[in-house]
């Protein structure tokens, strides 16, 4: 390790030095403005402009004409012949290789060839054309240095292969592991789709408090802080609902926030404490309109990732073809435990079989319980689920038919929960009873029945019939990406601080 300390130490004093050397050129080593330089792909999509120079003689050697152009990006390759130098730079749209001529530049651009490194950024005008190898290059007439990098990238052949130091280290992640970027701009593309599928919608986008007083509208466990000059104790959000729900209240009949939430939870390949969500509220739909909602945004939100419906996923594929798959929660239960899910009995026998503690335990918790370990994982996909144990649904209206039964779905794709929607429950004394119930067997900071009394004040004004949902947005990332960890498709991912040596 010292070895290896000494030695990046040895290669950032060089840097160093060549830093010395570009500021004694009368240059900026950290640049400046670059004006009127155009994207890498944009240049490479120019290579149709290149013309052939008419010959006066038989057998006399090809040359080009192609058009000027000026480019900006990180050195990503460089390797030096005699009196040229072959660079390959980097924009977040794609590589071009670049070749600088000792005679083509003149002798101040060549003095600061020599000064660039691995990392750096510079910028160049040139001649776009071909080398003799057919390579499309632009060969440099002028040079600028826009920024000096004074750590040496990862090494070409290691790379960045530690999975916690490629989160960490985003910033080189990014540059130097093959499909990273893409998968980043393709999660922008998805969420892009997914604002403009619901403005054609009708729905309207807004944002609401990031802290709460009350931990409501999910079963979660909260972060908690303090508000000095308030003297209260408040929360980080756990979900969107609550609010959002108010505004239905208030006349605004569509409305979605997409926004981040917080959850003082593990950490897993599906799990992140801090993650982003979609909640939409539709008045005077229901759960069905929410699954039509659901299906269209993922639609097309594959659409704009330029993808087929069906998708690759690990060795196999996920098909996205609509209509999506529907099956009844309890049918399900029947199906796979081969026991009637509405006999208590059976139920608490077969959990006790399978070591799963059934005592002290409301029926409708172990039937959640029951779906979550033996159901939900080979539930392929995707598949909305309906009509949910209407105890463990405290936001949720009853079926007219079956109290016992919730109007909900969730949407499944390999597993994993993806989707989650409701027929909104408006009736302000039943919500209010709910709040204060907490079901036997179930964690206090596993409930959602946590008593947010201004939500109630604001149902007795009246809140329309209306259908809810709740997307994953990072889970449907990955989904739509080939990305079997939800870390991957988050940024910057909570970590664990570097030790201090």
Sequence with gaps: MKGEDSGLAALEAARREKLKAIRELGLDPFGARFDGHRPIGEIRRMESQIELVPQEAAGTVREERGPKVRAAGRIILQRKAGKLVFIDIWDWTGKIQVLIGQRQVGESNWRLAECFDLGDIIGVDGELKHTKTGELTIFAEQLYFLTKSLAPPPAKHKGLTD?????????????????????????????????????????????????????????????VTYHNALGIELFLRIALELHLKRLLVGGMEKVYELGRVYRNEGISPRHNPEFTMLEAYQAYGDYRTMMELTEKLIVEAIRATGQPLVLPW???????????????????????????PFDTHQLAQFAAAHGLEPAGKHRDVIKNELFEEFVQPKLAGPVFVLDYPAAICPLTKRKASQPEIAERFELFVQ?????????????????????????????????MARMD??????LRHGMPPAGGLGIGIDRLVMLLTNTPTIREVILFPLLRPEPVL
Excluded: K
């Design 163 to 223: 999975p916690d130091l490629r989160q960490r280290m985003r910033y080189l992640d990014l540059v130097y592991t093959e499909g990273v970027l893409e998968r980043f701009l393709r999660r922008w593309r998805i969420i892009q789709s997914i604002r403009s599928t619901m403005a054609e919608e009708g729905f309207v986008e807004v944002e609401g408090p990031t802290l709460h007083s009350v931990a409501g509208g999910a079963a979660a466990r909260p972060f």
């Design 314 to 340: 690990g060795e196999g594929t996920i098909d996205f073809t609509p209509p999506f798959q529907r099956r009844l929660y309890h049918e399900l239960l029947a199906e796979h435990l081969g026991i009637d």
């Design 415 to 447: 597993g994993m929960e993806i989707a989650n929607a409701y027929t909104e429950l408006n009736d302000p004394d039943l919500q209010e009873e709910l709040f204060s119930q907490q079901l036997e067997g179930l964690p206090e900071e596993e409930s």
């Design 453 to 458: 009394r201004d939500f109630i004040r604001a």
